[in-house]
T-cell receptor
Framework: AQSVTQLDSHVSVSEGTPVLLRCNYS??????LFWYVQHPNKGLQLLLK??????LVKGINGFEAEFKKSETSFHLTKPSAHMSDAAEYFC?????????????FGSGTRLLVRP | EAQVTQNPRYLITVTGKKLTVTCSQN?????MSWYRQDPGLGLRQIYY???????DKGDVPEGYKVSRKEKRNFPLILESPSPNQTSLYFC???????????FGNGTRLTVT
């Protein structure tokens, strides 16, 4: 069985400070892991994807995530927040279950960036 | 421009009145999928399609139908909408189920 937990429903940071959005997953097999971002009134956009290559994954807009198997975590980070980063972020785990590929979405973390 | 187009963006309807939300993609993707987004629940898959004429249920298919007669189109049909189907709906496509999804901008449906 697969599941994903985003540990914070809301995160607030000041512009220019680091961002940390936390995600823990559970999977019976080697999962694929994704982070998507959703800006207001828009669809989701892929930030980055992990598929068992390098454990540190670099994405768009300066975001990166580190896959830690021992901690079953895939936290999203950015060294310096920008106002345009304010959005909702979804951690997603993907894998084959019962001969179909399933994506399980976390409940989302809303990032607020203060000026 | 590569995109997934959903229509309409907003829809208000009454209980029991059949409606269709259209979805079209111009990327020649094999895989298409419908999700609903509700506060605190993330996105849940309604139906998906691996290719033309091949569709299957997702996690919350009750009350919905889909069809895939052409590769580019994947409409979502609510035969008899009910208030618990009030939600934000997203269509998505990708070259395969494991590929990154490309999402439409969403359809906000209200059923009164």
């Amino acid at each position: 069985a697969q599941s994903v937990t985003q540990l914070d429903s809301h995160v607030s940071v000041s512009e220019g400070t680091p961002v940390l959005l936390r995600c823990n997953y559970s999977s019976s097999y080697s999962p694929s892991l994704f982070w998507y971002v959703q800006h207001p009134n828009k669809g989701l956009q892929l930030l980055l994807k992990y598929t068992s290559a390098a454990t540190l994954v670099k994405g768009i807009n300066g975001f990166e995530a580190e896959f830690k198997k021992s901690e079953t975590s895939f936290h999203l980070t950015k060294p310096s927040a920008h106002m345009s980063d304010a959005a909702e972020y979804f951690c997603v785990v993907g894998g084959w279950m019962d001969s179909s590929y399933k994506l399980i979405f976390g409940s989302g973390t809303r990032l607020l960036v203060r000026p | 421009e590569a995109q997934v187009t959903q229509n309409p963006r907003y829809l208000i309807t009454v209980t029991g009145k059949k409606l269709t939300v259209t979805c079209s993609q111009n990327m020649n993707h094999e895989y298409m999928s419908w999700y609903r987004q509700d506060p605190g629940l993330g996105l849940r898959q309604i139906y998906y399609s691996m290719n033309v004429e091949v569709t299957d249920k997702g996690d919350v298919p009750e009350g919905y139908k889909v069809s895939r007669k052409e590769k580019r189109n994947f409409p979502l049909i609510l035969e008899s909408p009910s208030p618990n189907q009030t939600s934000l709906y997203f269509c998505a496509s990708s070259q395969s189920p494991v590929g990154p999804l490309h999402f439409g901008n969403g359809t906000r449906l209200t059923v009164t």
